[in-house]
């Protein structure tokens, strides 16, 4: 995708409270709610890019704990 950042990510303890949070204040998400990364091990959601300058940014939480 070339030679800028294309997002960035927030680690949390809970993922599924903290896309409310962000959803009361605007924050408009890709994901509307968290999805699992076998990948990576952990729980993903995106918000829409844009959402600071043209950057999207990603909550992350690891596994093992589900989001509730």
Do not use: M, N
């Not at 896309?19 to 408009?28: H, N």
């Not at 959601?45 to 950057?55: E, P, W």
């Amino acid at each position: 995708r070339g030679d800028f950042i294309s997002h960035f990510c927030l680690k949390t303890k809970d993922i599924v409270a903290d896309i409310a949070i962000l959803k009361r204040r605007g924050v408009e998400f890709r994901d509307e709610k968290p999805r699992a990364s076998d990948f990576t091990r952990k729980w993903i959601a995106y918000t829409k890019t844009g959402t600071i300058g043209d950057l999207a940014f990603e909550l992350l939480q690891p596994y093992p704990e589900p989001p509730k």
